[in-house]
């Protein structure tokens, strides 16, 4: 796509919701270019970068003044929804713009439905969460709010948010996130905290991963992993002498 | 078809954790052992091992990584990942059987051996030879 490209040729643009391990949505509008090509009489058009294939003789612009209008103008939009968003509030400020002069969201929960979660989960064949309710309180979430059961608490959803709304924590082996407790496994030797066990049971029917790489932390593998090399290396010196 | 190959030889090996402070330096322009891809471990009093990715032939974290963002170099034999795919899940680091790819919190990295992308400077760097980088093929 054009948004690889640009890039590639080390242009700043600014993006929200574009991620290589996703398909590309044009959700949050910010990568938008003008285009133009030589048989167009002079007409030109505006995309989004993320979703525009890459074409011969496509000529590209990233910074006319009206692009730059129309990038304030969806910052501007952003920064209504998203008014504590550190990530949004820099881009703007890149751009100029301090205050949104539009009205704000009193709770506004940061989150610029620009569903990078909701794409990754889907990559991962789970489908946990989708946008829930429409209109005034379209949300992402879990279907009516209760734990996902396809959900596996690989947290993938709240390492791509472009803003970091999604939220978890981990207390003692428990993990929560969209309101489902998981069970952490615990290192059999050290008793540090790996992954969800949901998550170890994902990776190992899907990926083909044998059970037991899962039940040890990787400070301690790296120790097995010595003294097991160790060992090798006493034999042969014993054999040896 | 993988030609090169970083060959561990334990029994040369003193301890003196020169391969880490290469590595740590060389990714990282930054001295600190804890930022190092390779982990000398003491087995026995005054007998290491320098612990790093074996570059697996049939590799764990590639196939737990769920986003392709764990790829073999075919020209040195490295696993590398390209940080604009990851997600930093966690299943390579849960996955590895030898407890070799890391997740760095601090600077919010997976962190891996890469071959240096084909001159390791552990292997550079090493005085006794214990580390060395080998065509095989």
């Known amino acids: ?241 | 078809m993988m030609t090169f190959r970083l060959e561990i030889n334990p029994a040369l090996c003193t301890g003196c954790r020169t391969c880490e402070l290469a590595c740590a330096f060389t990714h990282t322009k930054n001295q600190k052992p804890g930022r190092s891809r390779i982990y000398p471990i003491a087995y026995a009093p005054d007998k290491y091992v320098p612990v790093t990715c074996l570059q697996c032939d049939d590799p764990a974290c590639v196939k737990s990584c769920m986003f392709d963002a764990l790829r073999r170099n075919e020209q040195t034999g490295a696993i590398e990942r390209d940080m604009e795919r990851c997600v930093k899940c966690g299943a390579c680091v849960a996955a590895c059987p030898f407890g070799c790819a890391l997740m760095d919190d601090v600077h919010d990295e997976i962190v891996k051996c890469d071959l240096c992308g084909g001159d390791p400077a552990c292997a550079r760097f090493c005085p006794t030879k214990a580390l060395e980088y080998k065509r095989i093929a």
């Open chain 1, 1 to 241: 796509m054009l948004l690889a490209v640009i890039r590639r040729e080390g242009i700043d643009i600014p993006a929200l919701c574009d991620h290589p391990a996703i398909e590309p949505a044009g959700n949050c509008r910010l990568c938008m270019v003008e285009i133009t090509k030589e048989g167009w009489g002079g007409r030109t058009k505006y995309v989004t970068s993320c979703l525009y294939p890459v074409e011969d003789g496509l000529i590209v612009s990233t910074h006319t003044p009206q692009l730059i209008e129309i990038r304030k103008t969806i910052l501007d939009l952003l920064l209504a929804r998203s008014p504590n968003s550190e990530v949004i509030q820099k881009m703007a400020e890149e751009y100029g713009i301090y205050k949104t002069s539009y009205e704000t969201i009193p709770d506004g929960d940061n989150c610029i439905a620009c569903y990078a979660c909701t794409r990754i989960c889907e990559t991962l064949g789970k489908n946990a969460i989708s946008a829930v309710l429409r209109g005034h309180d379209k949300k992402i979430g879990p279907p009516f709010d209760e734990p996902p059961p396809d959900c596996i608490g690989c947290l993938a959803c709240a390492h791509i948010c472009p803003t970091g709304v999604i939220k978890w924590h981990d207390k003692d082996n428990i993990r929560t996130i969209w309101n489902k407790d998981f069970e952490l496994i615990s290192c059999r030797l050290c008793g540090k905290k790996i992954i969800t066990r949901d998550f170890a049971d994902y990776l190992i029917e899907q990926r083909n991963i044998p059970k037991d790489y899962f039940d040890t932390c990787d400070d301690c593998k790296r120790v097995e992993l010595a003294a097991k090399m160790g060992g090798i290396v006493n034999q042969v010196e014993e054999a040896a002498s």
